[in-house]
């Protein structure tokens, strides 16, 4: 994923959830996704934004998708989410893809506000 476009996405005035987080916010990024990667690991995520659905077509492993709403605020979480599969939520502005799994060993709750911060560099 792009280096220069990491961010760190944590719960407002708590932990972070997902360390290194790219941005999917143009067409070409947004297209692409996670296409190609045989996968993520426990610290990565991508967030797509603007879009409320996603899907799994063409992808090589399960991912946890929570969906936020303009605030960051999490609309809804859908664990294991396997290839080939759809999913969307009404008053979701964006997607966060983590690791299947992720979701429920961080905790990720519906309703529990997030925010992006840059990424601390290695």
Do not use: Y
């Amino acid at each position: 994923m792009g280096r220069g476009n990491l961010k760190t996405v944590a719960r407002v005035g708590g932990n972070a959830i997902c360390e290194r987080c790219s941005i999917a916010q143009t067409p070409l990024t947004r297209l692409r996704g996670l296409l190609g990667r045989r996968g993520l690991g426990s610290d990565e995520g991508l967030l797509i934004r603007p879009t409320f659905a996603i899907h799994t077509c063409f992808m090589r492993f399960p991912i946890d998708a929570v969906f936020l709403d303009r605030d960051l605020a999490v609309v809804d979480v859908v664990a294991d989410l396997r290839p080939w599969k759809f999913a969307s939520r009404r008053g979701a502005k964006s997607v966060l893809e983590l690791s299947a799994g992720e979701s429920r060993r961080r905790g990720i709750r519906t309703g529990e506000r997030l925010q992006l911060a840059d990424a601390v560099a290695e």
